[in-house]
């Protein structure tokens, strides 16, 4: 079973060289610490900075530097800071080549719902309906199940949907999976020690299984 670091690892090793990549609130910020120093990728955040760079260690913790989810973070040399609406251009204009997001819940079909709970007070979606509707690529970070034990990756979604057929890969603490185009969830990748039938337990949507599962390598 995959941790949080876990997650994020693995979905680097999803990142190309030249690509821009905007990182969503929680697990999918920690991505660029793993990041391979060799690719030259640009990291986009929605509230108006291009060119993320690590997590700061705290000596050099600069309390004005902040990415979309409020965090502490680092900028690379040749970075610019902008305003969120020229940020939200560049995101509604497709210039995001790959954008990584948190998930409550994704269907089959590649639906996903990540921004609101019934019941609870939530500011509101921020740049996800925007992030989702222009990307060119959705790669999603979560854990697998609740914590009351009930799949997340669902036939359907019961969740206020943030967007429709959109998501294409998946990461979570059991495994990595592809939503396939005529619906399903694809098993690629096999958390080590997770079983392919603890998978299938824990998956209501369809999901798809063709010949050994290998466990994820780091």
């Given at each position: 079973?995959?941790d949080?670091?876990?997650?994020?690892?693995r979905?680097?090793?999803?990142?190309?060289?030249?690509?821009?990549i905007?990182?969503?609130?929680?697990?999918?910020?920690l991505?660029?610490?793993?990041?391979p120093?060799?690719?030259?990728?640009?990291l986009?955040?929605?509230?108006g900075?291009?060119?993320?760079?690590?997590?700061?260690?705290?000596?050099?913790?600069?309390a004005?530097l902040?990415?979309?989810?409020?965090?502490?973070?680092?900028?690379?040399?040749?970075?610019?800071?902008?305003?969120?609406?020229?940020?939200?251009?560049?995101?509604?204009?497709?210039h995001?080549?790959?954008?990584?997001?948190?998930?409550?819940e994704?269907?089959?079909?590649?639906?996903i719902?990540?921004?609101k709970?019934?019941?609870?007070?939530?500011?509101?979606?921020?740049?996800?309906?925007?992030l989702?509707a222009s990307?060119?690529?959705?790669i999603?970070?979560?854990?697998?199940?609740?914590?009351?034990?009930?799949?997340?990756?669902?036939?359907?979604c019961?969740?206020?949907?943030t967007?429709?057929?959109?998501?294409?890969?998946?990461?979570?603490d059991?495994?990595?999976?592809?939503?396939?185009?005529e619906?399903?969830?694809?098993?690629?990748?096999?958390?080590?020690?997770?079983?392919?039938?603890?998978?299938?337990?824990?998956?209501?949507?369809?999901?798809?299984?063709?010949?050994?599962?290998?466990e994820?390598?780091?």
């Amino acid at each position: 079973m995959l941790d949080k670091i876990g997650i994020a690892k693995r979905i680097a090793q999803e990142v190309r060289d030249g690509m821009y990549i905007n990182l969503g609130i929680g697990i999918p910020t920690l991505v660029a610490n793993y990041i391979p120093k060799a690719l030259n990728v640009v990291l986009q955040s929605e509230n108006g900075l291009l060119g993320i760079g690590p997590f700061p260690t705290e000596e050099n913790v600069d309390a004005d530097l902040i990415n979309a989810g409020k965090q502490t973070i680092t900028m690379m040399p040749g970075s610019s800071l902008f305003s969120s609406a020229e940020s939200f251009g560049m995101i509604r204009g497709g210039h995001v080549d790959l954008t990584i997001l948190g998930a409550m819940e994704v269907s089959e079909a590649g639906d996903i719902a990540n921004w609101k709970v019934p019941g609870k007070m939530v500011k509101g979606m921020g740049g996800a309906m925007d992030l989702v509707a222009s990307a060119k690529n959705i790669i999603v970070a979560m854990q697998h199940c609740s914590k009351d034990g009930a799949s997340k990756l669902l036939k359907q979604c019961t969740l206020p949907i943030t967007g429709l057929k959109c998501v294409k890969k998946i990461v979570t603490d059991l495994a990595v999976l592809d939503v396939i185009p005529e619906g399903g969830f694809k098993l690629l990748e096999r958390a080590p020690g997770v079983s392919v039938d603890e998978i299938r337990k824990a998956t209501e949507g369809k999901l798809i299984v063709s010949g050994e599962i290998p466990e994820i390598k780091f």
